[in-house]
């Protein structure tokens, strides 16, 4: 196949500004109207406006002792290797370096930044029929404008984590009913000083199995017919070594005295999830789940058992990246903390249900709700670039808004001591041009499934009320 010629749009290149180096052997094309508004965009401490001046920073080091001739003919994009390790680009960059005639239809009438980038793409497809022009945008409307004038039209795909979101892992699954049978004879079992029972397995499918995904055994059918319950044998994988496992009999939070801070485990996913919290060996948690799944409730409450019961930690940070739902309610008053505390109304909520279970009156509520107030810090993600927390539990609630570099940003950020727990709803992104599978919280679920102290969990059941249950499904 020819080596094709791929227009960028200028909201690819705010995207992601290393998209220069994503196209392989095929050369890429950039009209002067995308420089214009890339040189708009530069002002400014957002991440759109970093990755402009990344992206000018590229360009810049291209053109360096450059000639006329030399642009005209193309840059190539392998000079620049170095600054992206992962990067494969063997293709050219080329500018617009003249006027390029071409009749717009009619249809488009004037001179809009979109419409004189489809202008290029037609003029380039009429000087160029021998090769493949396609325009690659992740404006939506403005592909469905190329599909009707006749220009070939892409989403930018290089950011998706997956092909589909059914692949995402979800880190638990289902062992055969004759697991136990299957294993060789003398199964090694043995508890350690501290009460808890490991087991070692062998068998072909251990090495797909990943550190920290757990298991149950499945039902029979007897015991299908009889109406088991949750309450079955659940194993966490500790370690995987060829055809080897460690596998360790997990705690059960659902009723009795294990419990994080008084919350008890509704359903199993949400006993998986306990167990991730509340290990310290775990420093990187992510939980997925519909509204009311208890993703917040079990965070906070497995937080304050570790910084109050038994201080694991000096405190608990909260944030989350302020994307409104509507419209913005403009600037807000106050310190750093008083800013973002519209944004964390979650964590009120579930503020209220932790000390509401309390026993005792109201003085002793307003003392708990004064030492908790000490405790839990909110935090704006505007100023996390250069921060490094020591011994802290960090929540980062709604993180499907977040891209998968403001994610690293993030999680760069810890220090000794420090565990992060990451909640979202893959399906309540309100971030433009972030999708299920492009989404920085698809891209930490995918890279961190392996490592031995990261650990996810997708809650797949409702558990606030049967109205918002019924809602979450039927709505």
């Known amino acids: 196949m020819s080596k094709r010629l791929f227009v960028l749009d200028t909201n690819v290149l705010m995207h992601d500004p290393s998209c220069l180096f994503r196209f392989e052997e095929h050369d890429l094309f950039l009209p002067m ?22 992206v000018s920073r590229y360009m810049d080091t291209l053109l360096t002792d450059k000639t006329d001739a030399d642009i005209t003919k193309g840059l190539a994009l392998s000079e620049l290797q170095a600054l992206e390790s992962d990067a494969a680009a063997s293709g050219r960059l080329f500018f617009q370096t003249e006027q390029l005639e071409t009749d717009l239809p009619r249809s488009l009438p004037g001179n809009k930044p979109d419409n004189t980038i489809l202008n290029t793409a037609l003029a380039l497809q009429s000087a160029m029929p021998e090769r493949q022009v396609t325009l690659v945008s992740k404006d939506i409307n403005l592909r469905i404008k190329a599909a009707i004038v006749g220009v070939d039209a892409e989403d930018y795909q290089n950011d998706r984590v997956l092909d589909d979101l059914d692949l995402l892992y979800s880190g638990y699954d289902v062992l055969p009913a004759d697991f ?16 808890r029972t490991f087991y070692e397995v062998h068998g072909e499918d251990t090495s797909t199995w990943h550190p920290n995904q757990f298991f149950h055994i499945a039902h029979d059918t007897t015991d299908e017919l009889a109406g088991a319950s949750d309450n079955q044998m659940e194993l966490l994988v500790r370690s995987v070594q060829s055809d080897t496992a460690k596998l360790e009999l997990i705690r059960d939070y659902r009723e009795g005295k294990t419990s994080a801070w008084g919350v008890h485990a509704r359903n199993r996913e949400q006993n998986y999830a306990l167990n991730l919290l509340m290990d310290p060996d775990i420093e990187f ?59 964390m109304g979650a964590l009120m909520d579930n503020l209220e249900v932790l000390t509401g279970s309390l026993d005792g009156g109201d003085w002793e509520r307003a003392a708990t709700n004064e030492l908790l107030s000490k405790r839990i810090k909110i935090r704006s993600l505007n100023f996390m670039r250069g921060r490094t927390f020591l011994n802290r539990f960090l929540i980062l609630d709604e993180a499907q808004n977040l891209t998968s570099k403001q994610m690293k940003t993030l999680i760069t950020r810890a220090g000794p001591g420090t565990k992060i ?15 299920e599978t492009t989404s920085g919280l698809t891209y930490v679920v995918d890279r961190f499934r392996g490592w031995p102290h990261g650990g996810h969990v997708t809650l797949a059941r409702g558990e606030r009320s049967r109205l918002a249950d019924f809602a979450s499904n039927h709505l």
């Not at 109207?33 to 990344?54: A, F, I, P, T, W």
């Not at 136990?180 to 009460?195: A, F, I």
């Open 33 to 54: 109207v995308v420089l214009e508004e890339l040189d708009n965009g530069k002002k400014g401490m957002s991440e759109v406006s970093r990755n402009v001046r990344q």
């Open 421 to 435: 727990v990451c909640l979202g709803n893959l399906s309540q992104i309100d971030t433009p041009y972030l999708t």
């Open 180 to 195: 136990w049978n299957r294993q060789p004879d003398g199964l090694k079992s043995w508890t350690d000083e501290v009460g």
């Open 285 to 343: 948690v992510t939980l997925l789940g519909a509204a009311g799944t208890g993703k917040t409730l079990l965070t906070l409450a497995a937080g304050l058992a570790q910084v109050l019961d038994e201080p694991r930690y000096r405190e608990i940070i909260m944030t989350r990246v302020t994307v409104p739902v509507g419209e913005d309610i403009g600037f807000l008053p106050g310190t750093e903390e008083e800013k973002m505390t519209p944004w």
